[in-house]
């Protein structure tokens, strides 16, 4: 499969009906980001890759994100799925570089009429940072437009 993404310059978005495999492309494109540090926000818990640590801790993932060297694949399966850890992971990914986030579910946290200052940052101001946003969606209709079009 052909796909170009330049990574930490570009943001993406996948959207699709229920089925229709975008977790399978979501983890196709997460296991050709192979020298990109990512940091996987996953909802349902579909993502896996052999290269990847799985952790359910938020503590956990930037603890681990910062305390080794390399090229990092962290897979974030979030126990508890509250907007604050939602805002939390944003926030984080916000205050690091050169790093990938990939978002899950996007549209169970932000909608056209309510959009999280913390997700606004990383589309907004996070390419300047070298951060990109990969989000994933069931109901493009709801994402926010900056979303779709930055």
Do not use: W
Request: proline share 3%; net charge positive; with cysteine.
């Amino acid at each position: 499969m052909e796909f170009s993404f330049k990574a930490y310059d570009e943001d993406c978005v996948i959207v699709g009906m229920k089925g229709s495999g975008k977790s399978y492309l979501a983890n196709e494109i997460l296991r050709g980001l192979t020298q990109v540090n990512v940091i996987v926000y996953d909802f349902n818990y579909q993502f896996h890759d052999s290269r990847s640590v799985v952790l359910h801790n938020i503590d956990e993932v930037f603890k681990l994100y910062d305390s080794t060297q390399g090229v990092k694949h962290i897979i974030f399966q979030p126990f508890n799925k509250s907007e604050e850890t939602f805002t939390r992971y944003c926030d984080e990914i916000f205050k690091r570089s050169n790093i990938v986030a990939m978002i899950d579910e996007t549209h169970i946290y932000v909608s056209k009429q309510k959009i999280l200052k913390a997700y606004n940052n990383l589309i907004l101001s996070g390419r300047p940072r070298g951060i990109s946003v990969i989000s994933i969606s069931s109901r493009p209709r709801n994402l926010p437009n900056n979303a779709l079009t930055n």
